[in-house]
């Protein structure tokens, strides 16, 4: 009967050790799985950060070029309402804190082209020809601004 008692703990801690192993084994399994598919993800994340940065920028110059081409062709109404949308995320944009597709750099040199804002947008909605040109130089100045 001791031989009984004896044996009993001895399987009991063979069986510990087998379900050890078991779980580190597939623990391992699962950490050689998804540690590439982490840094896979994270390589995504990143790419996917800078398309929506580039996406920004572009958004904004078409809004831009879009007023300048409507107001040279005297479709003055189209070219405000584009002006307008650019300077609305122009401005969303230098207020974002952290994930701006403008560095801080470009954030400030960005201010003195708001300064030319009320200017244009009343031009335009007055149908005044000379917005045309105000329009090409602003977006020259963004371009430089965002392209140095």
Not at 62 to 91: H, K, M, P, V, W
Request: with cysteine; aromatic share 8%; charged share 25%.
């Amino acid at each position: 009967m001791s031989e009984n008692l004896q044996s009993e703990p001895v399987k009991t801690t063979h069986g510990i050790r087998r379900f050890i192993i078991y779980v580190a084994l597939l623990l391992l399994a699962f950490l050689l799985g998804f540690v590439p598919m982490w840094f896979k993800s994270r390589e995504c994340s990143s790419s996917l950060a800078e398309a929506e940065r580039q996406s920004s920028l572009a958004r904004m110059e078409n809004s831009l070029a879009s007023a300048a081409i409507d107001a040279r062709r005297g479709d003055y109404e189209t070219a405000r309402q584009a002006a307008s949308d650019f300077f609305t995320i122009l401005r969303a944009e230098t207020n974002k804190a952290g994930d701006s597709a403008l560095s801080q750099a470009q954030k400030d040199d960005a201010q003195p082209l708001f300064t030319r804002r009320d200017q244009i947008i009343t031009l335009l909605a007055r149908g005044d020809a000379a917005s045309a040109d105000l329009l090409s130089d602003l977006y020259v100045s963004y371009r430089k601004l965002v392209n140095p």
